[in-house]
């Protein structure tokens, strides 16, 4: 089976029962994979699909529909990333932290104390050197493993 649009999105749906007698079948991705439009990937019942979006697709996202039939549908479910959640206390800490970290080309995501983190924060994959980072200088971050909302994506950038 070849995927070749999105249907749409679980979490966008004007009416949430509007697949609620449907069993959903997953396709398990990490972060990194939502970028491609062109993939093979298993869903968790072992069948194969290829997924080949057009060049104007956006990335998926956790809740994607691929394939809707009788009983059954197929969905993107994304898999936790280990990130780490910078919380500065400062405006000073934050744009000190963010300007080192951007010297390092890092893929960060921002998000208000609306979110689901209660807080101001910029919330970036995981690496050892930025955690060293952070403990040196003591800016207050969590290790956690959550679903990102969009994935890490390197910025088109030349000096």
Request: glycine share 6%.
């Amino acid at each position: 089976m070849i995927i070749d649009k999105v249907l749409g999105n679980l979490h966008d749906l004007p009416d949430p029962e509007t697949y609620a007698g449907l069993h959903r079948e997953k396709v398990m991705l990490p972060s990194s994979q939502l970028v491609k439009r062109i993939q093979r990937a298993t869903t968790d019942h072992g069948k194969e699909i290829g997924i080949r979006l057009s060049a104007g697709s956006g990335d998926l996202r956790d809740g994607d529909i691929l394939h809707v039939e009788e009983a059954n549908m197929i969905v993107v479910s994304v898999l936790p990333t280990d990130v780490l959640v910078i919380a500065p206390r400062t405006i000073h800490e934050m744009g000190v932290t963010a300007h080192s970290l951007g010297n390092r080309h890092l893929q960060a995501q921002f998000f208000d104390a609306s979110s689901e983190y209660g807080a101001d924060v910029m919330v970036c994959a995981y690496d050892h050197t930025v955690e060293d980072y952070l403990r040196h200088n003591s800016v207050p971050y969590t290790r956690q493993e959550r679903v990102m909302p969009v994935p890490f994506r390197h910025a088109e950038h030349s000096h």
